[in-house]
Structures are given as structure tokens and as C-alpha cells.
């Protein structure tokens, strides 16, 4: 639960600054990557492990790649940290809420005539699908 709780701090921390500037914080990253790092020290998680927990990150950083940008970078070192931080279940839980919201965006601001700018930050979608991932944990313990 821990490890949930620090991403979602961490993806409303970029997400923020991803609202703002259309950007993530590279501090925030570093910060996130030292605590990842502490994270699969302290679990003593193998090499394999970790590699299979980052695999989402790794993932999203290649279409960013291979995309030229039209999928963000920040949104797959976010990935990456999540995976790290909370395990490969809580970041693929998350990636499935924050795209059903962004669709549900996307199709609200379609729906409603608003001026096709092409860029929807994605962070902050990953911050709230952390959220929604922390509440039904939440939910299911009873308190």
C-alpha cells in the first residue's frame, strides 16, 4: 500500500507540472528514480524482477521513440518509476484507468465542438488512475 501511495504522490506531482508546462520535471524524475531504486533494494527484488516490473515504462519509452514524440517520454519514465515503485499489476491497473479517462476526455472534448490541439497531457490521467487504484484498495480492506 506504501508503494501505491508513492506513486500516486509522485504521478500528481508531474502530473501537475505536465498540466502546466506540457512537461515533466526532470528533478521529479531523479527524485522518483532514487526512490525506485531504494524501493527494489529494501525488497531485495532480483535483477529479472525489476526488468519485468519496468517493462511497461520500457515499453511506452519505445513508441515514444519510434513516434517522435507523439507519445511523451515523461509519461514512460513515469511508467517506468510506477512499475518500479508499485509492481507490474499496479502500473498496468493504472495505464488501464488513466486511457479509459483520457478516451473519456478525449471524447467529451470532441463531442463538445472544443479546438482539436492534438496534445492531451497523459500524466495527470496516470495520477488519477493511481488514485482510483489506492481507493479500491481501500474499498476492499473496509477502511
Partial sequence: MREELTAALMLTLCGIHDLRTGRVRRSFLIVWAVISVLIVLRDKTGASAAAVRAVPGLLWLACAGISRGT??????????????????????????????????????????GAEKSGRLPFVPFLAGGAWLLLLGELMARGG
Fill in 71 to 112: 507519445a511523451g517520454s515523461g509519461d514512460g519514465w513515469c511508467l517506468l518509476f510506477c512499475g518500479l515503485t508499485a509492481g507490474t499489476e499496479a502500473v498496468l491497473e493504472i495505464l488501464a484507468a488513466a486511457m479509459a479517462g483520457a478516451a473519456a476526455v478525449g471524447a467529451a472534448l470532441r463531442a463538445s
